[in-house]
């Protein structure tokens, strides 16, 4: 057994003691919230939100990006149970930022081994073999962070699935404060919205989606 899994085992064990009530709690996010963050690991979003179990929906993935599945998430969230209010947070000194598409599938090609962090950024210390299937990924790289938090608030406020009514809120977090900092043109982004334009094919009439 390697010494991280019996670690995680052993904090599961102490953990699971003191569970009490805690398995009594409903499946909907009681405080009616989700997050959309990045899984760095510097980021805590129960700490930095103020969340206890059973609070809020939180959704990681690189980057905290409004990727597909993000979106999914998002939709189950609301829909099935039922969150009124989104957020957007990114945060600074994120990975995302130190490579582009281009880079990191130049590196898959060479090797599947960790690649190594440079002045010059991400470079491969592997052997090989690699694979080309890197190429076919959209890997949603950071080229403006504060852009991408607008951009990321916009797909999400314009995608046909996401009513009007939910606000989505764009913030970046600070890894050296620990502070949420907002992105204003974000939040007037993903503002509510009492109506949407909906096109319907083959016809010219508007309806509006609430």
Known sequence: MSTVLSEVLAANQEYATGFGSKGELALPPARG???LTCMDARLDPAKYAGLAEGDAHVIRNAGGRASDDAIRSLVISYKLLGTKEWFVIHHTDCGMEFFTDTVIRGLLENSLDTAALGEDGFY???TGPGSSEGNYIDWLT???REQAVVEDVRRIRNHPLVPGRIPVYGYVYD???GRLIEVPDATREGAVRSGRRIEVPDATRELSAR
């Open 175 to 177: 890894v050296r404060s």
């Open 124 to 126: 491969d210390v592997g």
């Open 142 to 144: 950071v080229s403006h």
């Open 33 to 35: 919230f989700a997050i």
